[in-house]
């Protein structure tokens, strides 16, 4: 990341999705990451995909158990899950049944059910859009919508002549190794996973000047905006699910929780979601990322092609969510905050076509390589400080329940092993 803030100071003072001033402190750099591969640059990307956004974006301006001090861990929230084989020689994959994942109105009669619902699904969900012109969407947070295309013409052109890129207020690569971060031990061979990614932190979108984003300063527009939908929405569910088990278990916490105590800080409002993150992955014809679970609480996902697949039930299903929806799954934190009742997602995409050799940047010629899919993520992840740990009454006191982590400690080790770090 790049932490040259000379020109934010009018944007240090703006509020948080709960309201209070965060944007100067428990800011994560934490993952800083690896320094571009070489951008394809005019190399052209040919895409069959009608996709009809709006404008171009040259055309854009402007171990205690309770609440109390936090053992270290480098041991994941979820038991070591063994690498299920195959991109290549599985049974079908076919689609998960329709009545298989739940499909919520957060806004509106289904406020307040979203962890039991993930607890009874396997960790998924479809999220209703509000419709346009309805009452529900007036006023109403959303994601953003995915500017597809717009991301197709940044893989079209060359980047490094950009404003934004060339102050690295965004990252591209296509090195990392997602199946890579399910070992516990070892040091398994690195293979990167067949797709570009676009990534952007919340340093960067949320502090950076419109100025300093110039003529793509829609993406840290767009970033606010799910930003915000994502960690209201997630507040407001959380803690309403620890206030059922509360109710229904009668147990209180009596440590003094420390001030980066996740759940004190929702509760008080000062939990700033600071590490969290925006994607855009484009995949190629053929394309693969490879089986994982998501570091953070939970995993926004809009995209303009099939080619999810998730492990529920014991085995790899499909999932393709409705026009009118967006899917939300569960991650690790959220598995380790509910002490496994609410289990991360372990999920991949895999394209049918074999994978084609890595395009190679030829003078005067254009790269033949499709963009098959594109899809927009958005990870809700803690501040790099925030100690989580399972909600008190959900404690066995058995020996099988999961070991607090400080966020920031959970990451590093996960991305360290997707980019190969060591």
Same mark, same amino acid.
């Given at each position: 990341n790049n932490n040259n803030h000379s020109s934010n100071n009018n944007h240090n003072n703006k509020k948080g999705p709960t309201g209070t001033n965060k944007l100067c402190s428990n800011t994560c750099n934490i993952e800083d990451p690896i320094p571009p591969l070489k951008f394809p640059g005019t190399d052209a990307i040919h895409n069959n995909n009608n996709n009809n956004d709006d404008e171009s974006p040259q055309k854009r301006s402007g171990k205690t158990r309770g609440r109390g001090q936090v053992k270290r861990s480098r041991v994941p929230t979820s038991e070591y899950i063994p690498a299920i084989e195959g991109q290549e020689g599985d049974a079908p994959v076919l689609p998960v049944a329709a009545d298989r994942v739940p499909r919520l109105d957060l806004a509106g009669k289904d406020k307040g059910t979203l962890l039991q619902a993930l607890k009874d699904s396997g960790g998924v969900a479809f999220l209703e859009l509000p419709k346009r012109g309805s009452k529900a969407s007036k006023g109403a947070l959303h994601p953003a919508k995915p500017r597809y295309r717009w991301f197709r013409e940044l893989l079209d052109v060359t980047m490094y002549g950009r404003t934004a890129a060339q102050r690295r207020l965004f990252a591209f690569n296509s090195g990392e190794d997602l199946k890579r971060t399910l070992q516990t031990g070892g040091n398994s061979k690195h293979h990167a996973d067949a797709r570009y990614n676009f990534g952007v932190t919340t340093d960067n979108a949320l502090k950076r000047t419109a100025n300093e984003?110039?003529?793509?300063?829609?993406?840290?527009?767009?970033?606010?905006?799910?930003w915000e939908f994502a960690a209201r929405t997630l507040e407001e569910e959380i803690l309403s699910y620890s206030n059922q088990i509360q109710d229904a278990t009668?147990?209180?916490s009596?440590?003094?929780?420390?001030?980066?105590?996740?759940?004190?800080?929702?509760?008080?409002?000062?939990?700033g979601w600071m590490c969290s993150r925006f994607r855009h992955s484009l995949y190629p014809s053929g394309g693969v990322c490879t089986e994982h679970t998501d570091y953070?609480?939970?995993? %926004?996902? @809009?995209?303009?092609?099939?080619?999810?697949?998730a492990f529920i039930d014991g085995r790899w299903q499909q999932v393709d969510t409705p026009d009118d929806c967006f899917l939300l799954f569960a991650g690790d934190m959220l598995e380790l905050l509910t002490?496994?009742?609410?289990?991360?997602?372990?999920?991949?995409?895999?394209?049918?076509?074999?994978?084609?050799?890595?395009?190679?940047?030829?003078?005067?010629?254009?790269?033949? %390589?499709?963009? @098959?899919?594109?899809?927009?993520?958005?990870?809700?992840?803690?501040?790099?400080?925030?100690?989580?740990?399972? %909600?008190?009454? %959900?404690?066995?006191?058995?020996?099988?329940?999961h070991e607090a982590v400080v966020y920031g400690d959970w990451h590093l080790r996960k991305s360290t092993l997707a980019f190969h770090r060591y």
């Open positions: 984003w110039g003529d793509l300063v829609w993406i840290a527009n767009d970033f606010k905006q799910t009668g147990t209180i009596t440590d003094e929780a420390s001030s980066d105590d996740f759940l004190a800080k929702l509760r008080s409002k000062s939990e953070g609480f939970a995993t %926004l996902q @809009m995209t303009n092609s099939p080619g999810l697949q002490n496994g009742a609410v289990p991360a997602l372990l999920h991949r995409v895999n394209l049918d076509a074999p994978p084609p050799p890595h395009p190679q940047r030829r003078s005067g010629n254009r790269s033949s %390589l499709q963009i @098959m899919r594109q899809c927009n993520i958005f990870f809700l992840q803690p501040d790099r400080t925030s100690s989580v740990a399972p %909600l008190p009454g %959900l404690l066995r006191d058995d020996g099988t329940d």
